[in-house]
């Protein structure tokens, strides 16, 4: 009976102890998950929104990116907007944020694709975007470029992917 308790309890702390190094040692593909489903959050805004904390969340997102960034994305309309910069993301940001509406965004059927060594990725996904200015749902698919750096992942490339329609 001592036995069946014993391998019960080793059993449970082995257990735990792949739950904690799970938490504490999250795999690339999750920390890059979470980290674009935090880019989405920092994008969507409210009407309502308090200009701090409109200004608070332009710069957080600035700091997911690189120096070097180069984002490239289509608009309604057959417009094109291209970013060679944090700061050009965060003033137009916070331009649009003024601009009153909302604007709502969710990254869905995320693949992320490490690359050998796993300091970048590319990341194909599929973007839900609804503003207060329509009711379509509008969907684009995205690649982003992340390259590790001091232990973060940041975006480095961002570029809509042309369908066919």
């Known amino acids: 009976m001592k036995i069946i308790i014993r391998l019960a309890l080793l059993a449970i702390v082995v257990a735990a102890g792949v739950w904690l190094w799970t938490v504490l040692f ?38 997911f990116c690189s120096p070097d960034l180069h984002v490239k994305l289509a608009a309604p309309a057959n417009a094109e907007h291209t970013f060679e910069s944090r700061d050009e993301i965060v003033q137009t940001l916070l331009a649009a944020r003024g ?6 965004i969710e990254f869905v059927d995320v693949l992320v694709t490490l690359a050998p ?5 590319e990341v194909d996904l599929t973007a839900r975007i609804q503003s207060s200015g329509s009711n379509e749902l509008n969907l684009q698919e995205i690649k982003f470029t992340l390259r590790k750096t001091d232990g973060e992942w940041i975006i480095t490339r961002a570029e809509t992917v042309l369908t066919f329609s």
């Open 99 to 104: 601009a009153g509406g909302t604007l709502k």
């Open 117 to 121: 060594g796993q300091q970048s990725a």
């Open 26 to 63: 999250p795999r690339p593909e999750k920390v890059i998950r979470q980290r674009l489903a935090e880019v989405a959050r920092l994008v969507s805004f409210r009407a309502d929104e308090n200009p701090l904390a409109a200004l608070g969340g332009a710069r957080k997102l600035a700091g």
